[in-house]
């Protein structure tokens, strides 16, 4: 069983198009999260949500916007691709917002913007 | 602020090789420390963990030690194997609102 799944996988897109990323944890967790992880495998946080609300909003354009209809699924929708936008996305989550939590990720969705 | 610094890499060895994987930080208060690995096309996965100063963490023959006097948690493996090429992560625990701070990653390259 997948703890956290991703959908899609791979994305490949046209700049200027607007495009939906998914996210669903089957682990009963109450936080979930957006990373951005650039060429060189660095590591950006940019969305936490606990129990469906916000708590974590790093400086990310305002062209990406999270949805979180219930604890389970955290999805990402991003207007207006640029292709500085093409990275891998990763969503994670964690049973709760604790400093000795696990964070738990996705297979990650690889976007690439031509 | 916080802030977590690790060896650049990539670092290649060989098989059977000792491996050492620097890591030292920057924090106020007393925070969590984890070393996480990402395999090749895969998400990254929790390691070792370590909450307290001289915890030792510990998994799949790879440990590592919270020196606070020293700020660090380097990850130490005695007899690396091929299957352990991946990247490897270091991380801190932020105290005010529990999010991570991440290490910049170190490629490990093991040659058969």
């Known amino acids: 069983d997948t703890a956290v799944s991703q959908t899609p996988k791979y994305l490949v897109t046209q700049m200027g198009n607007d495009k939906s990323i998914k996210c669903e944890q089957n682990?009963?967790?109450?936080?979930m999260y957006w990373y951005k992880q650039d060429s060189k495998k660095f590591l950006k946080i940019m969305f936490s949500y606990n129990n469906k609300e916000l708590i974590i909003n790093e400086t990310v354009p305002n062209r990406f916007s999270p949805k979180s209809p219930d604890k389970a699924h955290l999805n990402l929708h991003i207007n207006s691709l640029e292709l500085g936008d093409s990275a891998v996305y990763f969503c994670a989550s964690s049973q709760s917002r604790t400093r000795q939590e696990t964070q738990y990720f996705g297979p990650g969705t690889r976007l690439l913007v031509l | 602020g916080n802030s977590v610094t690790q060896m650049e890499g990539p670092v290649t060895l060989s098989e059977e090789a000792f491996l050492t994987i620097n890591c030292t930080y920057t924090a106020t208060g007393y925070p969590s420390l984890f070393w996480y690995v990402q395999y090749p096309g895969e998400g990254l996965q929790l390691l070792l963990k370590a909450t307290k100063a001289d915890d030792k963490g510990s998994n799949k023959g790879f440990e590592a030690t919270y020196r606070k006097e020293t700020t660090s948690f380097h990850l130490e493996k005695g007899s690396v194997q091929v299957s352990d090429s991946a990247v490897y992560f270091c991380?801190?625990?932020?105290?005010?609102?529990?999010?991570?701070?991440w290490g910049a990653g170190t490629k490990l390259i093991i040659k058969p």
């Open positions: 991380a801190l625990s932020k105290d005010s609102n529990y999010q991570l701070i």
């Open positions: 682990l009963g967790h109450d936080t």
